[in-house]
């Protein structure tokens, strides 16, 4: 079976089930229209898209990129593309033009497909061009509506794939240097919709919100919904309030943001206002989410916050945390239990795997674990061993299976020869009232060896001084892990889908 077929088995089963939602004027009255299709009418698209990818290039596993916000022009394309037996190369739009012309580079894919609003931000190459969402004005190529119409009643071939065999080049943010693809195969990507299944329990009510970018962790959901029998939501433009104004207005029950989006949320004036009583699964994930949030954040979302951790190389959902596992208080630091597919273990730097409680670096195992870097065989070495995936993240497993996880090995600051988690300082930091957002990070110091520093984004209206959030610190965590310096800013450097970028801001103030 692969992924695809969770699909077409629901357009089978519930021909005449709402399969996507969206809200084509937000800001306008309850008259205003919403786009909806059934399973079997974007069933019925889909082999069409995929028919006709099948006619512009017939080879199975050629790779189909595609540049565009999140839309229903976009599902129909991504789900086109596995039913032609294509590789997806997502292209986030958000990303630069140089980055996006070096992943096309990298894969060529033969086809792309970009919206009419993105089609300045990725060079024309050798590959043909469809236009997704259109924009007014020219385009000279295929339209993705013009192609669904002319191979509408027609179905794609079925191809004799294996699941080793690639479902997606992904790449990733590149915090570790140069972005690599990850290669993600069928089985990869059956073992996460099994995971999601299994650990949030979807159901056919589940109404999911395209909050997050489809080309990340939002993705991840759709299929397990689909399988279900559940509704994709689209919103159109995407920000904390428009994002909680759809929850409320589309009675969606199931998103996926950063945290960083929960954050900005609850700062804004409206965020107590909103009517937030059809979630069910509030899913943070990407970073790790601060205790004290998690603690006054958890009643005012319907009690449905909720997390998992993965990453590009074991896509999402490695370990999760249900609601009602973080309503304990002595979980609100922690990421979760091992999902069902997947082993997690801590280990030494000589690759001994570490018993409870004791701190190493986290390791995953498993069907989850990508097929390893898209033409880097040496990156792949060093990074899967023995069948480990090494996250290069740092943490501990205590005596119960729940993970903690402190934070990036890179990113620990040795201070006066005494190890600071910078997770350890932004859970204090983020509990001062004024605090609305911050990173902590190391700076060389002639004293200390290196020196812990903060950068805080401070409550609109509030007043706080730098030697205040210090001392606030020190309070409650030994002097020694309190920042020697706090930097307030106007905004936190952060990437194209809303996480702050730690590395951006430790360079931004060694400049300083």
Known sequence: MMPI????????????????????????????????LTYGELARRVNALAAAFQSIDPEPQSRVGICAYNSVEHLVAWLAAFAAGKVWVP???????????????????????????????????????????????????????DLIDLHDGETPVRHDLALDDLQAIKFTGGSSGVPKGVMQTYRVWNTCIASMLSSFEFDADDRHLLAAPMTHGANTMIMPIFAKGGTQLFMGKSNPVAIMDAIERMRATSLFVPPTVIYMMMADDSFASHDFSSLRHFIAGGAAMRPDTVAK???????????????????????????????????????GLATALTRVGVMDPDGNVLGPGETGEIVLKGDLVMKGYYQMPDKTAETIIDGWLHTGDIGIIDERGYVFIKDRIR???????????????????????????????????????????????????ENASEQDIIEFVKSRLDSVKAPKRVHIVGELPRSPVGKVLRREAKTLFAET
């Open 5 to 36: 077929d969770h699909f077409f088995r629901a357009a089978n089963l519930w021909p005449e089930r709402t399969a996507v939602e969206a809200d084509l004027n937000p800001h306008g009255s309850d008259e205003d229209p919403v786009f909806r």
């Open 91 to 145: 292209l986030n739009p958000r990303n630069g033009k140089d980055e996006l012309n070096r992943i096309e580079d990298v894969t060529t894919p033969s086809i792309l497909v970009v919206d009419g609003d993105c089609l300045d931000k990725i060079d024309p190459s050798d590959a043909t061009t469809v236009l997704g969402k259109p924009v007014a004005g020219g385009f000279d190529g295929p339209g993705l509506w």
């Open 297 to 335: 954040a958890m009643p005012m979302l319907n009690n449905a916050l909720e997390t998992c951790y993965g990453q590009t190389e074991a896509p999402q959902i490695a370990i999760c945390m249900r609601a009602r596992d973080w309503r304990d208080t002595r979980n609100q630091a922690s990421t």
């Open 411 to 461: 990113d620990v600051v040795v201070t006066g020869g005494f190890n600071v988690y910078p997770n350890d300082v932004e859970a204090v930091l983020g509990q001062h009232p004024m605090v609305k957002e911050c990173v902590v990070f190391g700076l060389p110091d002639d004293k200390w060896g290196e020196a812990v520093h903060a950068a805080v984004e401070i409550h609109k209206g």
